[in-house]
Structure formats: C-alpha cells, structure tokens
C-alpha cells in the first residue's frame, strides 16, 4: 500500500516471481470519476474494495499483508484491508 496527498494505491505482488499479481490505485482515470476524493479513508476503501474483486477475477483467493514499520493498523490502512476482506478475500 502506497498513500500520498494525491492518491491511493495498493499491489499484490507474487513472492516467488517478485511480479505484481494485481493492483489498483485512485489515480486510474475509471475510477477518479467516482470518487469524491481520491485521497481519503473512503477511497482507501474503495481501492481495497476494487482490489479485492480482481484478485478474486484472476482465482487468488487469500494474500498476506505485510505493512512497513511505519504503517499501523489504522486510518487509510485498515480501510484497505477491511476491504478486501469484505470482497471475500482471505487474509493469511
């Protein structure tokens, strides 16, 4: 997960290959029409939301989520997990 003042974006990314399984971000230009802000809590929501059901579309049902040591379990970042947890996906 990446957040700057503009936008907000998250990637899978497959460990063994080190390739980028799926991603989504606010500053793709289908998405930036249906949000309000493309830099708060809710489009954190809405990009783990989105992620969710393209990980699910391309048959990956569970991710483990490693955050940086700065990152905390809060505000943007648990938007985005508890997104993709509601999409169906699995959290290792």
């Given amino acids: 997960m990446h957040f700057t003042n503009k936008y907000v ?4 990314i497959h460990s063994p290959t080190g390739t980028v ?7 793709e ?3 930036r029409g249906s949000m309000e802000s493309t830099r708060d809590v809710a489009a954190a929501a809405k990009i783990g939301k989105i ?8 048959e990956i049902p569970a991710v483990a989520v490693i955050l ?6 809060h ?12 999409a169906g996906v699995k959290l290792l």
Avoid: C, M, N, P
């Fill in 75 to 86: 505000g943007k970042v648990k938007a985005v997990i508890d997104s993709l947890r509601e």
């Fill in 51 to 58: 992620l969710g059901e393209r990980l699910l579309l391309k």
């Fill in 21 to 27: 399984a799926s991603g989504a971000s606010s500053q």
């Fill in 9 to 12: 974006s998250a990637q899978v």
């Fill in 29 to 31: 230009k289908a998405l």
């Fill in 68 to 73: 940086d040591r700065e990152q905390k379990y």
